[in-house]
């Protein structure tokens, strides 16, 4: 064991994410401003941890001029976040925009610039307004496709020209898996063929939204954010590898072929028209695809997913789902994050990076999102009251490692973003599991602080290196 020291490669983006919906808290917005996320705690606030939801989240939109300078203080060079959709939007229909949402978007983006912070921005992160999902039955629509289009456009409108990164979506793939393939969350509809039209329709209007781009001729770049679940057959067996490569077909490949490739694979199609589960499609919409595919990825990538072939035939009379093709491998002795249950294994984002390399034309892309959740971190507090987060320190540190690791085997990673710039709320989770570089106090007035690993963070950002003990071995 020694320790290392690792530069950061010139120009290297190191810094944070968040999104609209965990972080900004329903002041400004009305019963009409509601998105999915707002729907989904109105209907089962019971569900979420300790009842919280988005009501308040950070409170952000009171306190951002104070988060922009914390974003400072922290030394993030990016900062990202979403434009909430169903605040930024008065008429759905129309797209006529909300004259104060703008005001706020415009003050919000100008003070993290003024910070010397670059704002990256997505237009998508779970924001779709609960009346487009109610009234026509959100993602599921294509008339929602264009509507979001028209959203998009004011958004490049009112911010092109001080926006430079714009992602259409973050994580496309999931709501609609939590909610119609394996219905744990709000309204738990179990519909298998809805889950790939929700894939579809959010492939096309990524590549609508993408045309728009450049047609409007706007400097900058636009991609969307995936969470490819990168995948590891239990074995060398065929069967496991099978299984795996089935596994990536369905969560992966869904959104990175067409995005990246403009294609869906043959192998996906073929298994949905197997399973009577094909989506509604017209050539023109696949023409639209193949020609608007994206050149700029953001991956969250937290932890590996470890799969083996079914030891059980799949009864084939429940639904389809693609788990008829696997089953998940528990790895005896992995390393976890016991808080949030994910195992840790760094090295998924050297895999991913190489195989972007390989397979997906070497495509440039940043880490989106990488980060620790954990429970109860005031126990943690020195007796300044600071949370000595050396545990962060040390996930952050190994994933970088990592990162750096595949820029030096070629891959075209530009970045770094850790989840998270501050506390925020989780989906369902709340604040239970917390992933800052900035403490968010519920017990006082949601008072901020800056925890050791946003010190240390800084530091890094400063000497453009950090140190790390590292076991390589570990992860061959
Ligand atoms: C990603 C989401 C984020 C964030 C993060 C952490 O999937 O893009 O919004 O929530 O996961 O996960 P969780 O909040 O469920 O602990």
Redesign the pocket.
Known sequence: MALKKVNLPENFILGA???AW?TEGWTGKTEKNMNYMDGWYKAVPELWHDGIGPTVAADLYNRYKEDARLMKEVGLNAFRTSIDWSRFIKDYETGEVNEEAVQFYNDYIDEIKKNGVEPMICLE??ELPLYLFEKYGGWGSKKVVDLFVKYAEQAFKHFGHKVKYWFTF??PI?VQTRVYLDAIRWPYEQNTAKWMQWNHNKNLANAKVVKLFKELGLEGKIGA?L?PEVTYPRSSAEHDKKAAYMYDLYFNRVFMDPMLKGKYPQDLINDLKKHNCMFDYTEEELEIIKNNTIEFLGL?L?YPHRVKARSTAWNEEIPFHPARYYELFDLPGKKMNPF?G?EIYPKIIYDIGIRLKEEYNNVEWIV??S?M?VQNEAQYKNEDGQIQDDYRIEYISQHLYWTLKAIEDGSNCKGYML??FMD??????AF??R?GLVEVNLEDNRNRRIKKSGNWYKEVQENRSFELEIFENEYK
């Open positions: 994410a968040a999104s965990q992160h779970y973050n994580e999931v954010i969470n969250n937290y949030r994910w989106a999102e980060g959740g989840w998270a925020n709320v989780s989906p369902q989770n239970k599991n992933y």
